[in-house]
């Protein structure tokens, strides 16, 4: 059976457009893992395709007041044989648990980080990791609320720059993959919970490119399944994150689609509009502005949502081909 399904995953692999393999992608993943477990999924992506030299993850940022989250993210990156990623969060906040999965997973598998106050601060880890990079070298992908973004945005001359947060980006970051935002316009959770405040202003003054995949890319993949039930072995926490959410039943793609735009070279999943920038309110709504292109754009669905899933289902699960 687990031969069969290696070899179904392969083809759907095969059947799909190339992932630039030029470069490696320097990535910073900004995630909110706790409500969710599209978070899960993104983060397993990333390791799939760290292990085939696509990407460098360079750290990641949690932003989240989940009490578990960053232990978790630990356990995941520890259970990938990667824990020597750095993890940052933000300091200072209060922490609750709420979460399905991140305290079963930070319990039943290895780590080092034992509670949030041991993770780095987000914005220093963030300074720290662009003052080590090339110019114009890295991806930032945010898939939770913008608060440490924000916060990273309005940072000083520290140890690791003497320069601004925001002139730190223009002079480091390539791009910015966001999952956030509904378009044309809309009310999504990433943006309006909890800090609406810090999505007006990371999204108004943003000095790179941002691509925006919106609430309606994502719902339209369900991932997670009987295929990653079958495919992954029962001791992964990707499998029993997906069982403690719900049992396999699948779930939306959202964050998953942000991750495999900002790594493909290909213009077969989605269409980019680009004429126009995107406008949020103080509630975290917003809409798109049509007008002149600017530094925002946002994807438009294209490939079948069915044929998307099998992508992002195969890279969640480990399987990669070097033809992808």
């Known amino acids: ?165 925001m002139d730190l980006i223009k002079k480091k970051v390539r791009l910015w993959s966001c999952m956030g935002g509904m378009f044309p316009e809309g009310k999504e959770a990433n943006f309006y919970r909890p800090d609406p405040e810090s999505t007006q202003i990371a999204v108004e003054n943003w000095p790179v490119k941002v691509i925006f995949a919106g609430w309606e890319i994502g719902n339209e993949i369900i991932t997670g399944s009987d295929f990653l039930k079958k495919s992954l072995p029962e001791e992964s926490p990707v499998w029993r994150a997906y069982q403690l959410y719900n049992n396999f039943q699948g779930r939306q793609s959202w964050d998953q689609a942000s991750i495999l735009y900002a790594i493909s070279s290909s213009d077969d999943y989605w269409d980019l509009e680009e004429n126009g920038r995107c406008v949020v309110m103080p509630d975290g709504s917003n809409r798109w502005v049509n007008g002149e292109s600017s530094n925002h754009a946002y994807l438009i669905p294209k490939m079948n949502p069915l044929e998307v899933a099998k992508v992002i289902d195969a890279l969640m699960v480990g399987f990669y081909s070097p033809d992808f």
């Open 1 to 165: 059976m687990k031969i069969r399904i290696r070899l179904i995953a392969i083809f759907f692999l095969l059947a799909f457009p190339v992932i630039s393999k030029a470069q490696t992608h320097k990535v910073i993943l900004d995630t909110d893992i706790d409500s969710d477990v599209d978070d899960v999924g993104a983060l397993a992506m990333l390791h799939t395709l760290a292990d085939h030299h696509v990407v460098d993850i360079l750290g990641v940022i949690v932003t989240s007041d989940d009490q578990y989250a960053a232990q978790c993210t630990d356990a995941i990156n520890h259970y990938f044989k990667r824990g020597n990623i750095p993890i940052g969060v933000e300091k200072g906040i209060s922490l609750k648990h709420f979460s399905k999965y991140t305290k079963e997973i930070s319990e039943e598998y290895n780590h080092n980080i034992k509670s949030s106050e041991e993770a780095e601060d987000a914005t220093s880890l963030y300074r720290r990791l662009f003052s080590g990079q090339p110019d114009s070298s890295v991806i930032i992908i945010t898939i939770g609320h913008l608060t440490n973004l924000r916060n990273l945005m309005e940072s000083e001359a520290d140890e690791y720059s003497d320069l601004s947060g």
